[in-house]
């Protein structure tokens, strides 16, 4: 019998309508100015201005670092961080996506642990002194989207320019306090953006159930997630509008990022994080690329599993065999892909053959392959890229 841990930020706000309680819920624990972290684009689009307003009604003073990219760099990390201590800020928000959740981590993690972002790529081997809670710096990660799950994680994925890879850091103490998913901040998300945060989050859902760390709470999460997703996605892409899709979208991601958070992942985010630091690729379009195919090598491995699976997507399983069961599923997948306007082959995201075998090097020293449910030599990966081309 396994012994599980279970970690998610200690404060959530989740619901229509909640980010109006973000700036009491700041007060009461008492910090005085933060630095928020998020990108132009949401600045320009009116989003960031929503935060400040909660934070001037409660007297929090802040300053807004704008340089996040969609693959957040060590030089953006570096750059927070000194923003961040010019203005002797003692919390951090972060404004957005996975992006800015993730660039936020990496100020609040150096700016305790005195180390280069690169020094501390490893698993649960930061040093924590001082704040006693769930994080190094405090962090208020306030959600713009419906995918990443990074808002309740402890996990950080930061790109190495120079290197051409992503980091991916693993830790407890990097998961946020406070984490609030309003619908309202979800609705302007454009359709493209919508699909691939939503295909990131079925991608949570499926590698956590499958993964070999899972547990009945986390399938629980994942099998919950997987329902709503296949329900609500293609609603919030074709209508983003429609507020009862993006509320349940957000559940969904939630739940996702719970799930994953407790129970890993596996080779499509291993392989996905190579695609997106080698070509700066957006990470929930590879993720759905990769995802029926990293599938299909794991099915000997999750026959056990895969009726649930199904059943979540609404596939009517009556009469078919494990074997049929699984290639259904795979075909709901490619669908709902298809759908929602999702690429099908990473030749069309511009991925070379002749770097195949990198990628595939560097996915297999990735932390998030170390939880999937069957084991691949890096021939196995070659494959499964050159399946994906």
Known sequence: MKIFKFHM?????????????????????????????????????????????????????????????????????????????????????????????????????????????????????????????????????????????????????????????????????????????????MIGMPKSLTAASGMDALTHAIEAYISIDANPFTDALALKAIEIIFNYLKRAVENGNDIEAREKMAYAEFLAGIAFNNAGLGYVHAMAHQLGGFYDLPHGVCNAVLLPHVLEYNLEAVQNKLIYIAKAMGIDVDKLTTKEIGGKIIESINQLSQEIGIPSRLKELGVKEEDIKELSQNALKDVCGFTNPKKATLEDIINIFKSAM
């Open 9 to 185: 930020p200690p404060i959530n706000l989740i619901g229509v309508g909640c980010l109006k309680d973000v700036g009491r819920e700041i007060k009461k624990l008492g910090f005085k100015k933060g630095i928020i972290v998020t990108d132009k684009v949401l600045v320009r689009a009116g989003l960031v201005n929503n935060v400040i307003s909660v934070l001037e009604e409660e007297g929090i003073e802040y300053v807004v670092f704008d340089e996040t990219k969609p693959n957040p760099t060590i030089k953006n990390v570096t750059n927070g961080l000194k923003l961040l201590i010019e203005n002797k800020c003692d919390f951090i928000i972060s404004c957005g996506g996975g992006s800015a959740h993730d660039c936020a981590k990496g100020i609040g993690l150096i700016a305790k642990e005195k180390n280069f972002i690169d020094e501390v790529e490893r698993l649960d081997k930061v040093k924590c002194s001082g704040w006693n809670s769930a994080l190094l710096l405090p962090l208020v990660a306030i959600n713009t989207t419906a995918g990443t799950g990074s808002e309740v994680t402890k996990f950080a994925i930061i790109t190495d320019e120079e290197k051409r890879i992503k980091m991916p850091i693993v830790d407890w103490r990097i998961t946020p306090l406070i984490a609030v998913n309003d619908p309202l901040l």
